[in-house]
Nanobody, 121 residues
Framework: QVQLVESGGGLVQAGGSLRLSCAAS????????MGWYRQAPGKQRDLVAA???????NYADSVKGRFTISRDNAKNTVYLQMNSLKPEDTAVYYC???????????????WGPGTQVTVSS
């Protein structure tokens, strides 16, 4: 099992910044990608940004140029730097880790409990 713990959420005014952190522990060997998803009330959970163990990144169009994902493999931690925040960024942000195990290989996804980000106008 992989445990994920997020931190860094909170209330910020539009135009402000926040940095989210997600620390992974437990059976972390084999984690090949980590990322952030968000879910606003009444909406589905969507990908915000993801990063592979090799450092390749992927962003939702709505956050490109404003958010930056990074990863410290030595600390098993992924970060999301969020700048120029907008009210529409308000959501619960979830950390995600993907791990491939076994033969034949199977991919497992793990989730953190989420952290609230609220952007006031």
């Amino acid at each position: 099992q992989v445990q994920l713990v997020e931190s860094g959420g909170g209330l910020v005014q539009a135009g402000g910044s926040l940095r989210l952190s997600c620390a992974a522990s437990g059976s972390i060997f084999g984690i090949n990608a980590m990322g952030w998803y968000r879910q606003a009330p009444g909406k589905q959970r969507d990908l915000v940004a993801a990063i592979t163990s090799g450092g390749s990144t992927n962003y939702a169009d709505s956050v490109k140029g404003r958010f930056t994902i990074s990863r410290d493999n030595a600390k098993n931690t992924v970060y999301l730097q969020m700048n120029s925040l907008k009210p529409e960024d308000t959501a619960v942000y979830y950390c995600n880790a993907k791990k491939v195990v076994g033969l034949p290989p199977a991919e497992y996804a793990y989730w953190g409990p989420g952290t609230q980000v609220t952007v006031s106008s």
